[in-house]
C-alpha cells in the first residue's frame, strides 16, 4: 500500500515544474528562515498566493521545502548572530554560537543543515508509513468522528502551545465565527454578508492570515530602531566533512528526530517543544567529555534533527485526518483545500498520486536541504547583511500583490489591511494568531461534521456517545477542557501571587 | 500610552462586538431569511449561536480575570510598553497610513505610479535620507516584483484609469 502510494507520486513529482519548486523552495525556506522575524510560517503565507495558480504537486512542493528549509534557516542566524531566525532555532544557539565563537561556525552551520536534512528524512518515513495507516484507520469515520477530531484539534493546540488558555480559546473561536461567514452550505442562506456580493464565499483566507501575521509583523518590526543597521556577519562556507562530523553523533542523531517526530504528530506540540525537549535529552545523556552550552556539536545536533523531524510527524495528521498540527501544517491543509483536495481519508483512496507526491516532494526536500544548505551558505549569509529599511517595504508588496492575485480583487486587499489592524490589538494584548487560523480552517469541518451528525442522529447530540470511536473522542475533549480549566485557574492563582509579592516588596 | 491592561480591555470590547453582531444579525437578517430556526438543515444559525454564546462566557471569565488582576496589583508605570518610545509607535502607524492610502489609490493609479513612491515613503518613515538610493531601490524593487508576477506567474497588476503597463 505505501509504495503504491510512492509509485503513483513518483510520475506526479518527476517533473522538471516539481522538482524546480521544490528546490525553489528549500532557498526561499532557508532565506526567509535566517530572517530573524520571518520563518517558514511567513514564508508559507506570503507565497501562498504563488502557489495556489500551480499544478497540486509543484505547488505541495514549494510550500513544504519552505516549511523544511524554514525550518532549518532559523539555525544560521542563531549561529552567527546569537539571534534565532524563528523560535524553532532557539534552543541551536546555546551550543551554536559558542562554536562559532571558538572560529567554528561553519562547521556549527553545516553540522545544523545536516542535522536537520537527516531528522527530516527520518520524519519523512515515519510519515510515509504512518500517514496511510492512520488514513486507513480513519476510512471508518462518520461526521460524529470527525466534528469530535476537529474539536479536539482546537483544544490540542490551545492546550499545549502555552501562554493563557482563555485568549487562546477565544482567538481559536473568532476563527471559528470567521468561518461563518458567506453562503451556508447546508440552507444556501447568507450568513453575516451585509448585504455584500464580496462576501459570498466568506472572507479569502490568503487575505486574512496575510494580514494578520505579516502586516502586523511588519508594524512591529517599524516599531524596532535597528532599520538601517546592517547585521556584522562574517561568511562562513561549510563543507562536505560536517556530514560525517554529524554522523559521529548517530545516537543523538535518532533519537532527537524520534522525538521531534512524536511532538509534530502531536497538534499543537510543534518545533519549539520538540527542540528543548531533545536538548535536555541529550544533554542529560551526554558523555563526561562533551560540554553542553559552551559549543557541543551533540547540542546543535540534538535541536536541528527534533524541529525538522517535527514537520515530518505534523504531516501525519494533517494528510490523514485532516487536522493540523500547528499554524504552518494548518496553511498547507488551507492550500490542498483552495486546490480542490479534502485531507483526509478520501484523499488516499481517491487522489493517491496527489498523496504520493507529498511524500515525494517532502523526502525530496531534505535532500535538496542537505544539497543548497551546503553549498549555498554564504549566499544566506549575505541576505542576512540586507537592512530592515530594504525588507520592509519588500515584503508589503509581496503582501499587496500577492492577495491581489488570489481574485483580481480589490476588496482581498481591503480585507488583508483590516485583519491587520486586528492583527496588531491581538498581538499587543497577546492573544496568539495561531488559534484564528486553525479555528478559520477547521471551522467547516467541524460545522459541517456537527450538522451531518444531529441530521443522521434519531437521539440528538447522543450520538457522539453511541459511537465507541467518537465516545473516545469526546472523553479526550472533556479532559483536555478539564486540563484547560485546572491550568487557567493555576496560572491565575500564580500571577496573583507574584502580583502580591510585588506589591510587597514595593511596600517594603 | 496605552498600557497592556488598555488594549486586553480593548481586544475584549473587540470580541463582544463581534459577539454582539452575530446576535443581532442572526435576530434579524438570518431570521428574515428563514434559517434562524428549524432542524439542523435547515437552521444556519444554530452553530454560530453556539459558538457566539461560548466566546460570551469566555469573554466574562477573561474579564473578571482582569478586573481581578487589577485589584490585585493598581496599574503602574511598569505596565506600560516599556521599551516603546512614541516615535517608535509613530513610524508603525505612519507605515499603516502609507500603506492603507497605497491599497487605496492602486486600482486608481496602477501598480506602476503607486508602487515606487509608497517603497520611497516607508523608506523615509524608516528613516532613510539618501534621496538618491531611496529612488533607485524603490523603483528597482518595484519593477522587479512586477517582472517576477507578471512575466513568471502571469498576474495582471493593477492597470490604473490610465491603463499604464510594462510590455516586457
Redesign the interface.
Known amino acids: 500500500m505505501i509504495f503504491e502510494f510512492l509509485n503513483a507520486g513518483l510520475d506526479v513529482f518527476l517533473s522538471p515544474l516539481a522538482l524546480g519548486l521544490t528546490f525553489a523552495g528549500i532557498i526561499v525556506g532557508l532565506v526567509v528562515g535566517a530572517m530573524p522575524g520571518l520563518g517558514p510560517l511567513m514564508g508559507i503565507i506570503l507565497l501562498l498566493p ?1 502557489a495556489i ?1 500551480l499544478p497540486p504537486v509543484p505547488a505541495m512542493g514549494f510550500l513544504i521545502a519552505i516549511f523544511v528549509g524554514g525550518s532549518c534557516g532559523g539555525s544560521i542566524s542563531a549561529i552567527l548572530l546569537r539571534i534565532p531566525g524563528t523560535p524553532l532555532a532557539a534552543a541551536t544557539l546555546f551550543d551554536g554560537y559558542p562554536m562559532a565563537q571558538k572560529g567554528r561556525a561553519s562547521d556549527a552551520i553545516g553540522i545544523a543543515i545536516t542535522s536537520s536534512a537527516i531528522g527530516g528524512l527520518i520524519g519523512g518515513v515515519v510519515l510515509v508509513f504512518c500517514a496511510p495507516i492512520l488514513a486507513s484507520f480513519a476510512a471508518n469515520f462518520a461526521p460524529p468522528e470527525y466534528a469530535m477530531l476537529a474539536i479536539m484539534g482546537l483544544f490540542a493546540i490551545v492546550v499545549i502551545s502555552g501562554g493563557s488558555i ?2 487562546g ?2 482567538a481559536g ?2 476563527g ?2 470567521l468561518a ?1 461567514v458567506g453562503t ?1 452550505s ?2 444556501t ?4 454578508t451585509f448585504g455584500s456580493n464580496n462576501l459570498l464565499n466568506g472572507f479569502h483566507i490568503v487575505a486574512v492570515v496575510v494580514g494578520l501575521f505579516a ?1 502586523s509583523e ?3 518590526q ?4 535597528d ?2 543597521k546592517i547585521p556584522d556577519v562574517k561568511v562562513a562556507r561549510p563543507g562536505l566533512h560536517t556530514i560525517a562530523l554529524t554522523l559521529k553523533h548517530y545516537v543523538n542523531l535518532i533519537r532527537s528526530s524520534a522525538i521531534g517526530t512524536f511532538f509534530g504528530a502531536i497538534p499543537g506540540a510543534g518545533g519549539v517543544i520538540s527542540s528543548f525537549t531533545s536538548y535536555a535529552v541529550a544533554k542529560a545523556a551526554a558523555k563526561p567529555g562533551e560540554d553542553y552550552g559552551n559549543g557541543a556539536e551533540g547540542g546543535v545536533v540534538a535541536t536541528e534533527a527534533a524541529n525538522n523531524a517535527t514537520v515530518g510527524g505534523t504531516l501525519v495528521p494533517t494528510l490523514s485526518l485532516g487536522i493540523p498540527g500547528d499554524a504552518s501544517s494548518a496553511m498547507l491543509l488551507g492550500a490542498l483545500l483552495i486546490l480542490g483536495f479534502i485531507p483526509g481519508p478520501a484523499m488516499f483512496e481517491n487522489n493517491p498520486d496527489v498523496v504520493g507526491g507529498i511524500f515525494m516532494v517532502y523526502l525530496a526536500s531534505n535532500i535538496f536541504l542537505l544539497i543548497a544548505g551546503i553549498l549555498a551558505t554564504p549566499i544566506f549569509v549575505y541576505v542576512l547583511r540586507i537592512p ?3 525588507l ?3 515584503i ?3 503582501c ?2 500577492g492577495t ?2 488570489l481574485q ?1 480583487s ?1 476588496f482581498d ?2 480585507v488583508m ?1 483590516v485583519f ?3 492583527g ?3 498581538r ?4 496568539p494568531l495561531a488559534p484564528i487560523v486553525i479555528g478559520m480552517i477547521l471551522g467547516p469541518i467541524l ?1 459541517a461534521n ?3 451528525s ?2 443522521i442522529s434519531r437521539d440528538g447530540y447522543w450520538i457522539f456517545l453511541d459511537r465507541p470511536v467518537s465516545a473516545t473522542l469526546v472523553i479526550i475533549n472533556a479532559l483536555l477542557l478539564a486540563a484547560m480549566v485546572y491550568l ?1 485557574i493555576k496560572r ?1 492563582r500564580g ?2 501571587q507574584s ?2 509579592s ?2 510587597m516588596a514595593s511596600d517594603e | 500610552m496605552a498600557s497592556s491592561r488598555t488594549l486586553n480591555f480593548i481586544a475584549l470590547g473587540f470580541l463582544l462586538a463581534v459577539v454582539v453582531t452575530v446576535f443581532w444579525q442572526i435576530g434579524t437578517d438570518l431570521k428574515e431569511q428563514g434559517i434562524a430556526s428549524g432542524g439542523p438543515y435547515d437552521n444556519a444559525a444554530s452553530y454560530p449561536r453556539i459558538i457566539a454564546i461560548f466566546v460570551a462566557v469566555l469573554l466574562a471569565f477573561q474579564f473578571g480575570i482582569e478586573v481581578l488582576k487589577g485589584k490585585a496589583a493598581p496599574e503602574t508605570e511598569e505596565d506600560q510598553l516599556v521599551d516603546m518610545q512614541p516615535s517608535d509607535l509613530g513610524r508603525a502607524g505612519m507605515m499603516l497610513l502609507v500603506f492603507a492610502i497605497y491599497l487605496m489609490v492602486l486600482t486608481t493609479i496602477g501598480y506602476h505610479l503607486a508602487t515606487a513612491p509608497m517603497i520611497f515613503a516607508i523608506m523615509w518613515i524608516c528613516g532613510m535620507r539618501n534621496i538618491w538610493k531611496m529612488v533607485l531601490s524603490s523603483v528597482a524593487i518595484a519593477t522587479g516584483f512586477a517582472f517576477v508576477f507578471e512575466v513568471f506567474l502571469n498576474v495582471v497588476l493593477p492597470l490604473g484609469i490610465w491603463n499604464i503597463f510594462i510590455p516586457w
Do not use: N, Q
Not at chain 1, 189 to 192: E, S
Not at chain 1, 222 to 225: A, D, F, G, L, S
Open positions: 504563488v495558480g482563555i485568549k480559546l477565544l473561536s473568532f471559528l465565527l461563518t451556508d447546508f440552507s442562506g447568507l450568513r453575516f502586516i511588519m508594524a512591529a517599524m516599531t524596532k530602531r532599520l538601517l530592515k529599511v530594504y520592509i517595504p519588500s508589503l508588496l509581496l499587496s500583490i491581489f492575485a483580481a480589490v486587499l481591503k489591511l491587520g489592524l486586528i496588531i490589538l491581538f499587543a494584548a497577546d492573544y460545522e456537527l450538522r451531518r444531529l441530521l487557567t491565575v500571577a496573583k502580583e502580591l510585588k506589591v
